[in-house]
């Protein structure tokens, strides 16, 4: 059999009325740039934000529609507000140096995710600075505190939860649409690494990597949770945006190393954050020092302490200072993070100590709002 075309799909899709039944959802424009990868299909679907949830059976439509034809094992399509390119009709971009005015991702309402009581994003401004690892062993120090924990994967381009978490596979579907997630050391999670090949690159422009991520925020089968860490994609452009306008987010935490370059970065995701009102729960130097393994004397090779001073200086907390040690750097390729492999062990305790800080500060933050005592863990 064939593996389905781009052709193939748009063709199907010409077969879904489009609003108020004028035309058709291709063309009018309202398709995105389609990719499939293992018979797995992804678009989105641009209709007025105003219109979404009425709109949602048109998307269910094209959804179906699509699942009919040869080959096509699932797809996964999103409504989407932000109309940036359509299969048919590309929308023209502002030339570089044009003066135009660039457009914002459009804002949209957000809504709670149920049964998910926080969600709580990582973050850095830049990329190589550790972020995965310490969502992943920041999300098992949270487990550690008895709660029930869930990890998204919101780096479309970088998945990197698969490897950190030694999980392979393809997740279930409920009633084939609701995926299930995948479970590694009493952790939830989801990625767009459980439903790709590692080696398939991701070329897909904005609103069709946010699609993917409404769609593995919402249309997955979490079941009740305390938190859900959002391994945010590093940087500060138009998706990490985005995602922070459109989840319910009840904080954030940075994450930066020691020196200057990468805390003029960690501004940028402060700031980002404060622009689109998420609190910050705090900062975490990375990196902070290497531990010599023979002698186990430290140096601190890209400085010590910088992101403690901007933390004080921008008025955050500050969660606490990780090593640069071999023992984290090989757990985490091998997947079996060092909160797991060395519960007692001194790494550990670190991530202990700063989940627990991020708790605390999420739970005076919320008992603040409501104008009750913090309960904090001792």
Known sequence: MAAPSKEDVLDRLKQVPGPDGQGNVVELGLVSDVFI?????FFSISV???????????????????????????????????????????????????????????PRAKSEVEGIGA?????????????????VNL???????????????????????????????RPKTVNGRTLVPMEAYGLKVMSIGFLVDEETPMIWRGPMVISALTQMLREVAWGELDVLIVDMPPGTGDAQLTMAQQVPLAGAVIVS??????????????????????????LVENMSYFVCPDC???????????????????????????????????MSDAGTPVTVTAPDGPHAKIYGEIAEKVWNNHLARKESARGGPAIVFE
């Not at 502002?94 to 914002?104: I, K, L, N, Q, V």
């Open 119 to 135: 969600i709580i994003a990582v973050a850095s401004g830049k990329g190589g600075v550790g972020k995965s690892t310490t969502a």
């Open 296 to 330: 186990g004397s430290t140096h601190d090779i890209f400085g010590h302490g910088g992101a403690q001073k901007e933390a004080e200086k921008i008025g955050i907390p500050f969660l606490g200072a990780v090593p640069l040690h071999i023992d984290i750097r090989e």
């Open 48 to 106: 007025p934000a105003a219109r979404a949830k009425e709109l949602e059976p048109l998307r269910a439509a094209a959804e179906d529609a699509v699942k009919t034809i040869p080959g096509v094992s699932s797809a996964m399509v999103a409504l989407t507000a932000e109309k940036k390119a359509s299969a048919t009709a590309p929308a023209p971009s502002a030339p570089a140096g044009s003066g135009e005015p660039r457009r914002e991702p459009a």
């Open 37 to 41: 990868a293992d018979g797995k299909v």
């Open 257 to 282: 190393t020691p020196q200057d370059l990468s805390l003029i970065d960690a501004r940028k995701g402060w700031n980002m954050f404060k622009k689109v009102d998420v609190p910050l729960l705090g």
């Open 139 to 169: 999300a098992l120090g949270l487990k550690g505190l008895g709660l029930k924990v869930g990890v998204l994967d919101a780096d479309i381009y970088g998945p990197s939860m698969p490897r950190l978490l030694h999980i392979g596979g």
